[in-house]
Structure formats: structure tokens, C-alpha cells
């Protein structure tokens, strides 16, 4: 099925030379062959930005800080759909499809993805059950839950604050003033 949407991907990163590859492998597995305007957004820190340059990301930097982060990679991304991801996270292989199929609502302005580990540990489970459970019954998904939006939407609600951390809670709410997660 095709979408009429251009998507966009931020990822904030604040030494994330470890992950950053894997996540972007990721995020190209679920393009397949659609382009998206990936912007990774650095705090300066360690290899990251070079890692993330040699996948085809465009690399921004500037203050450290999550809220600002993401706010500046926003900003700096094409697309009609921003998906903000962080470096640690990966996504699942038909990501786009999802978030078009959820998009495709007009009363949607946007959503995440279930959360779930690769650790086996029960707590790992139980957290992510619990995140998931407070996402679909308060409307409040986080940002390691790959929050995405329409761009207008975003605009609109004035984006992330300018936070060190929760953030994405802050955008969270925004988003919910106007429409559905």
C-alpha cells in the first residue's frame, strides 16, 4: 500500500557510538525504498556523528539536552511525518506502514509503538507492559516508544519544550490538545 506522506526521522544522541548503527540499520530496513530525511541530532559527543554520517544521516549539533535536541532536529527535517527515535531503539520492519495506516485517520495527529525489551529478565517485561498499558490508557506514550506526529500537528503545538527529560511526556500532551494518539 502507498502513502501520499514523506516521513522524517530524528534521533537525538549524546554518545551513542555503540547503538547508533544498529538503529539506523533499522531504520533503513523498515524504509525498504522510500526515502526519509534522517537527521541525527549530537550533542558533540564521541564517534556518533561520524558513524551517523556514514549511514546517510544528515548530522546536526549543538547544546546537550534532549527537549532542545529534538527540537533542533525537527526543525532542521523535511518530511510531512516526523518520527523521533532514539539511538537505542529499534524499529519494527514495517514501521512506515504503520505509522501511514494510523495517519490515514484524520483525527490522528499521531502516536508510538508498543514497547517491548530484548532482555529476558521478567522486570524488563513488566516495565514495558506498564508503559504500554499507561500509553493506551492515558494517551501518554514516551519517547522510547518512537512518538511520531504529523509535521503540521507538531508546529502547531510549538514541538518539544526545551527539557533535559520528559519531554516527550510534555509532547505528548500537546499533541492530545489537538487530536487523537
Known amino acids: 500500500m502507498t502513502y501520499p506522506m514523506?516521513?522524517?526521522?530524528?534521533?537525538?544522541?549524546?554518545?551513542?557510538?555503540?547503538?547508533?548503527?544498529r538503529c539506523l540499520a533499522a531504520v533503513a530496513r523498515a524504509a525498504g525504498?522510500?526515502?526519509?530525511?534522517?537527521?541525527?541530532?549530537?550533542?558533540?559527543?564521541?564517534?556518533t556523528a561520524a558513524l551517523a554520517a556514514a549511514r546517510g544521516a544528515r548530522v546536526i549539533v549543538g547544546p546537550r539536552g534532549r527537549g532542545g535536541q529534538l527540537q533542533r532536529g525537527a526543525r532542521a527535517a523535511r518530511g510531512d511525518v516526523l518520527l523521533f527515535l532514539h539511538a537505542d531503539t529499534l524499529l519494527p520492519?514495517?514501521?512506515?506502514?504503520?505509522?501511514?495506516?494510523a495517519l490515514a485517520r484524520p483525527e490522528v495527529v499521531g502516536g508510538a509503538f508498543r514497547l517491548a525489551f530484548d532482555a529476558p529478565d521478567y522486570?524488563?517485561?513488566?516495565?514495558?507492559g506498564l508503559a504500554n498499558l499507561r500509553a493506551e490508557m492515558l494517551g501518554r506514550p514516551w519517547g522510547d516508544q518512537a512518538q511520531f506526529c504529523r509535521r503540521?500537528?507538531?508546529?502547531?503545538c510549538g514541538g518539544f519544550p526545551d527539557w533535559p527529560f520528559l519531554?516527550?511526556?510534555?509532547?505528548?500532551?500537546?499533541?492530545?490538545?489537538?487530536?487523537?494518539?
Not at 6 to 21: H, L
Not at 33 to 47: A, F, K, N, T
Not at 152 to 156: R, T
Not at 167 to 181: K, Q
Open 6 to 21: 514523506s516521513f522524517a526521522v530524528v534521533v537525538p544522541t549524546c554518545r551513542e557510538a555503540d547503538t547508533i548503527e
Open 33 to 47: 525504498p522510500r526515502e526519509l530525511d534522517i537527521v541525527v541530532s549530537d550533542s558533540g559527543s564521541d564517534d
Open 93 to 101: 520492519a514495517n514501521a512506515f506502514e504503520l505509522i501511514a495506516q
Open 123 to 128: 522486570r524488563y517485561r513488566l516495565a514495558a
Open 152 to 156: 503540521d500537528a507538531f508546529d502547531q
Open 167 to 181: 519531554e516527550d511526556v510534555e509532547l505528548a500532551a500537546r499533541l492530545r490538545r489537538l487530536g487523537r494518539l
